[in-house]
């Protein structure tokens, strides 16, 4: 239920240590501690755990998918069927990206012009046409809270004149997300809207890119175009200026990211709101998230220990199963093994959140990010 006591969107910061920062986003589903991690609902649910389930591992808001929403069950459907938060029994704010990125990595015919890009179902290989316009449309039946803009996501590796032509496309089709979402009557008046920045690895495309966007006007600002395969290092090269380039008082979302140890350098240089896929898939591939680094539950060691996945976690599933148990039934095939490391992978995420915002909170964000580092790293 939408809530009048809430605003449409504000963000506070409560504290800041060095770049990093803690605050809260205010919207009419609820509120959203930063930094934030946002699991993944791909298609309107978060992989193998129910959404009170999602919630009380300390999850705030969720990420889910325009193209493949578009394509199944339909984003007309959703619509009719009441949107997505009744849809997928999620009453807490949902940000759905635009559907953009998803085009140009699971589609292999499709064809990229000012107007938008047209290209095949990798479900059917149906036809679709999706526009600025249309996707802005999309995210409306949806009933999405944080609406991403349409944008291109080149290859890292593209000629930086390349790189430079996809980016002001982008700011084009910004613009015209701007234009889509500011006519959206009432999903409008109660949502909100996110620039994505682009230009790869270059400084001062980045900078282009977002002084483009600070001119339309956002509630939020995006980093688009990293965990693409270019490294940490090269990732982390770029976040020293990019999150810099975007306006102080608003939030800094880094689209797809990441590893646990991603995030905490991340949040080391001053972004707010995170997502992505790992904690989920890792859990149905047999890999635990732990203060002392990944596990792969499959290994033999695993075998007839009788203890948690992680003595530090709090989660229901390292309070209540051995290792031995998750071992064997990953080993076995089992759709509880997915289940319980899913859980404890996304309920980890959560607590590393938590530990970083109360970090910050008492200045003390550089002394726990290093001790982390020394703990989760250990055996890299």
């Known amino acids: 239920m939408t809530s009048q006591q809430n605003p449409r ?16 986003i205010r919207m009419r589903r609820g509120e959203i501690r930063t930094p934030a991690f946002m699991p993944v609902g791909t298609a309107a649910t978060v992989k193998a755990m129910k959404p009170q389930d999602v919630r009380a591992s300390g999850a705030d808001i969720i990420l889910g998918n325009t193209y493949h929403l578009m394509l199944r069950p339909g984003a007309e459907r959703v619509a009719r069927l009441g949107g997505l938060h009744k849809f997928m029994n999620w009453d807490r704010p949902i940000l759905t990206d635009s559907g953009g990125y998803q085009v140009m990595s699971l589609s292999d015919l499709r064809k990229i012009t000012e107007e938008g890009v047209t290209f095949a179902s990798h479900i059917d290989g149906s036809r679709h046409h999706l526009t600025p316009e249309r996707s802005m449309e999309i995210q409306r039946l949806l009933g999405s809270d ?3 803009c349409f944008d291109e996501c080149p290859k890292i590796d593209q000629p930086r004149d390349v790189i430079a032509r996809s980016m ?8 015209r997300s701007r234009e889509g979402f500011d006519s959206g009557g009432e999903h409008e008046a109660n949502s909100a809207l996110f620039g994505i920045q682009q230009g790869a690895l270059d400084e001062g ?16 600002y995006a980093i688009g175009g990293l965990a693409v395969g270019e490294g940490q290092e090269a990732m982390f090269t770029t976040l020293d200026f990019a999150p810099g380039q975007l306006p102080a008082d608003r939030p800094r979302y880094l689209m797809g990211v990441g590893k646990p140890d991603d995030l905490v350098g991340a949040v080391e240089r001053g972004v707010d709101m995170f997502d992505c896929v790992l904690p989920t898939r890792s859990g149905r591939n047999g890999q635990a998230f732990t203060w002392n680094g990944p596990l792969n539950m499959r290994n033999a060691r695993h075998a007839e220990d009788t203890g948690p996945i992680d003595e530090r976690c709090t989660c229901p599933t390292c309070g209540t199963y051995s290792r ?4 064997h039934l990953i080993r076995s095939g089992e759709i509880l093994g997915a289940m319980l490391l899913t859980e404890h992978n996304v309920s980890f995420y959560q607590q590393l959140m938590q530990g970083m915002r109360d970090a910050i909170a008492e200045g003390r964000f550089a002394a726990f990010a290093s001790d982390f580092r020394q703990d989760y790293l250990r055996m890299g």
């Open 168 to 175: 002001e496309m982008s700011m084009r089709w910004a613009k």
């Open 146 to 148: 944080i609406v991403m």
């Open 205 to 220: 495309l980045r900078k282009t890119s977002a002084d483009a966007l600070i001119d339309i006007g956002f509630d939020g």
């Open 9 to 24: 969107f504000e963000f506070q910061i409560h504290a800041t240590d060095g770049k990093a920062r803690t605050g809260l």
């Open 324 to 327: 031995a148990y998750i071992h």
